[in-house]
């Protein structure tokens, strides 16, 4: 392998420090797995390197995306179906309370993965990136109204999903 440059190095370092948590967020919302997507997220980059090293990328952002997103699919292809691994939630004093936090993470886990993958990103985006509807309707190539009409309907259709598993305002039946 070839020895990366400091001028390279240093865009690498600064686009993963500038992009890497909102790509990480994207192919979260591709796999439900953290672990999955962030080992997406650190193949692309090493997959990068050698071509940010022949400086030939115009947009370096939508190249790692493209790139992690296709390394999941390849991950997705090579296993049938990824399985969303499980985010460690803090301890808890009572184990009960616990038991059923555990059992409500499942539940909104298993919502989420019956939703579309745009709905998913769309979700994401918004309510773990906290991104306003502008910057969203930007990197998708849609006005800011569409992603206030998608995201409607999106949360609709998570409200629902959560009805039909026995979960309403937050809490499970």
Known sequence: ?????DEVRTKLERLYRERGRELWARLYAVCLDADLAMD?????FARFAPAAQNGALRNPAA????????????????ERRVQPGRLRLAEPNDPSS???????HETVRDALASLSEAD??????????????KRIGSLLGISPAAVDMRLSRARDRLAERLRQRGVHDGTAR
């Open 40 to 44: 997406a997220l650190h193949e692309a």
């Open 120 to 133: 998913r990103e769309l979700l994401v985006l918004r309510y773990a990136l906290g991104w306003p509807s």
């Open 98 to 104: 616990e038991v059923l936090r555990s059992e409500l």
């Open 63 to 78: 190249w790692l995306y493209k790139t992690a997103r296709n390394w999941l699919l390849d991950q997705r292809r090579g």
């Open 1 to 5: 392998m070839e020895k990366l440059t």
